[in-house]
């Protein structure tokens, strides 16, 4: 199950974040914040589209990003590293294909509508619902009305 998606920029700034448990708002400050110092080493190296993969409190955590923003996704049980490797592939393209011409923090800012639905309809509940590019662009155009 995918417990959780944060979106950051490489300050650390949260700019979405996404729960699929109910947790509370206090519980999840210090979630984010663990995960974002217990993934330093892995945000060096996640570069453009190549995953970090590690373990935080027997949750799978996937680290990655593109251009100025960071996407971590993380998970437990049937959703194991590679599940959410492929669900952090999804949202990269998704997000390269939705915040044109560059994904920076303006332009996700910009589109967050958009953004946020696109990852609803990947996780819904925590569970993978879709990862299929123009499956999703379909979604979100038809809960947009255009």
């Excluded at 453009?48 to 251009?67: A, L, W």
């Excluded at 994904?103 to 958009?114: A, D, N, P």
Aim: glycine share 6%.
């Amino acid at each position: 199950m995918i417990q959780h998606v944060m979106l950051t920029n490489q300050f650390g700034n949260i700019l979405l974040s996404k729960y699929t448990t109910n947790i509370s708002v206090e519980d999840q400050r210090k979630w984010e914040k663990e995960l974002f110092y217990a993934t330093r080493q892995q945000i060096a190296e996640a570069k453009d589209g190549n995953e970090q993969i590690g373990m935080i409190r027997n949750q799978f955590v996937v680290v990655t990003s593109v251009t100025q923003v960071f996407v971590f996704i993380t998970g437990y049980g049937e959703d194991d590293e590679l599940s959410l490797v492929e669900v952090a592939r999804a949202i990269v393209a998704m997000l390269k294909s939705i915040c044109k011409p560059e994904v920076t923090e303006s332009v996700l800012f910009s589109q967050f509508s958009s953004v946020c639905m696109m990852i609803q309809d990947m996780i819904g509940q925590g569970f993978v619902d879709v990862v299929e590019k123009d499956r999703i662009k379909t979604f979100v155009r038809l809960k947009q009305g255009s």
